[in-house]
């Protein structure tokens, strides 16, 4: 059974910066392309970055480009999100989520994915 448990969301201020991380269990980790998404309050989730199994491969969404950046340890089964120049409309709930098939190419559609996280809150205050 897989396990996505989310971390590192939290309060902070336009313009901060903070790293999310998600740590992955039974699944061989190192063979699944894993994505972040987001979901604002009374929004569909939205795609914010993936990466592929072997982290040749990235990913992202035009709202985060050049600010976000989606890494990978499959050492230690982890999945990082990190978040530089924060904006209000940053605010929203991310989850991470693994890929539904090993290996490939990673997706950018919520549709890729099989087995999410339970999300953790990221509020940007203006």
């Known amino acids: 059974q897989v396990q996505l448990v989310e971390s590192g969301g939290e309060l902070v201020q336009a313009g901060d910066s903070l790293k999310l991380s998600c740590a992955a269990s039974g699944l061989t980790f190192s063979r699944y392309s894993m994505g972040w998404f987001r979901q604002a309050s009374g929004k569909e989730r939205e795609f914010v970055a993936s990466?592929?199994?072997?982290?040749?491969?990235?990913y992202y969404a035009d709202s985060v480009q050049g600010r976000f950046t989606i890494s990978r340890d499959n050492a230690k089964k982890l999945l990082y999100l990190q978040m530089n120049s924060l904006k209000p409309e940053d605010t929203a709930v991310y989850f991470c989520?693994?890929?539904?098939?090993?290996?490939?190419?990673?997706?950018?559609?919520?549709?890729?994915?099989?087995?999410w996280g339970q999300g953790t809150q990221v509020t940007v205050s203006s």
């Open positions: 989520a693994s890929a539904k098939f090993p290996m490939g190419v990673p997706g950018r559609k919520s549709t890729d994915f099989g087995s």
């Open positions: 990466a592929m199994w072997s982290d040749k491969v990235r």
